[in-house]
C-alpha cells in the first residue's frame, strides 16, 4: 500500500501521528504500529520515511478498524519504505479532490457541541476520524501563553458555514524541535498568512478518547486541527 503523508502530529510524550491518501482509493489509511504510537525518529528529518508530501510505500498493511478511527492500518516497520516528494501542484490537487466543505460531511451526524467552543463524538461513535476542510472564512490561529511549567497551546478559531468551532493544533511544523513547545515566530508566520489567504484547506481529525481534566466525568473523541495547507506551497515540508 503506497499513500501520501496528508496528516502529521505531534502526540503526548514525545511521540508523532502520521496518516495519508491511499495513492489508488484516494481515502485515508493511518499506520499504526501493534507495539504502540509512532516514534518520531521516523521523521524525515531524523532519516526516516516520513514527511508531508511524501509518498511511503507501507507494505504489507492489515485493517485494525475501531470506530471512529476507521483508517487505523497495521503495518511493520521493516516493510515500510521512503519514497519521492510529491509535487507542490499535484499534492494540492489531491487535497481539493478529497476536501470537503462542512465537518459533518467528514465525520457524521455524530459531531457535535462539546464543552464551550469544541466538537467531538462520544466514544466509538463517528463514520471517520481523518478528512480534509475547506473552511468558510479564514480561520484564526494563535497561542495561548504558558502557565507555569507548562508550554501555551495553539489554538484555531474557524466556521464551515454550519458549524463553529474553537480547536487545538497538532501540525507538528508548528512545533520547536521538542516536539512539545509551540514555535511563536512560526505560529505568527502562519496566522498571517491565514489572514491574507485566498484559500487553505485544514487536516481534521478525531482524537483517541480521552477527559478534558482529571475531574471531567467523561472522555470524548475531540475534534482537531492536524495540519495547514497552502495553495502554492502545500507541502511544506518538516524537513
Request: glycine share 10%; proline share 9%.
Amino acid at each position: 500500500m503506497r499513500i501520501v503523508v496528508t496528516h502529521l502530529t505531534r502526540v503526548r510524550g514525545g511521540y508523532i501521528c502520521v496518516a495519508g491518501l491511499d495513492l489508488e482509493t484516494r481515502r485515508h489509511v493511518r499506520p499504526v504500529l501493534a507495539g504502540g504510537p509512532l516514534p518520531f525518529d521516523l521523521l524525515a528529518r531524523y532519516g526516516g520515511p516520513f514527511d508531508i508530501g511524501r509518498v511511503v510505500d507501507l507494505g504489507p498493511a492489515r485493517p485494525a478498524p475501531q470506530p471512529p478511527h476507521l483508517e487505523d492500518h497495521l503495518v511493520a516497520l521493516a516493510h515500510v519504505k521512503r519514497g519521492e516528494a510529491m509535487r507542490s501542484a499535484a499534492f494540492w490537487d489531491l487535497l481539493q479532490r478529497v476536501a470537503k466543505p462542512a465537518l459533518r460531511d467528514l465525520f457524521g451526524e455524530q459531531l457535535k457541541p462539546i464543552g464551550r467552543n469544541s466538537q467531538g463524538t462520544e466514544v466509538g461513535e463517528g463514520r471517520a476520524s481523518l478528512g480534509c476542510l475547506i473552511p468558510a472564512s479564514p480561520p484564526r490561529l494563535w497561542c495561548t501563553e504558558p502557565c507555569g511549567c507548562k508550554p501555551g497551546r495553539i489554538r484555531i478559531a474557524l466556521c464551515d458555514g454550519q458549524l463553529q468551532a474553537t480547536l487545538g493544533v497538532t501540525d507538528l511544523r508548528l512545533y520547536r524541535h521538542d516536539h512539545m513547545t509551540p514555535d511563536p515566530r512560526c505560529i505568527r508566520r502562519v496566522a498571517d498568512r491565514l489572514a491574507s489567504a485566498d484559500a487553505v484547506i485544514l487536516g481534521v481529525g478525531l482524537t483517541r478518547p480521552f477527559a478534558a481534566s482529571s475531574h471531567a466525568a467523561r472522555e470524548y473523541h475531540w475534534l482537531q486541527v492536524t495540519n495547514l495547507h497552502f495553495p502554492g506551497d502545500p507541502v511544506w515540508e518538516l524537513g
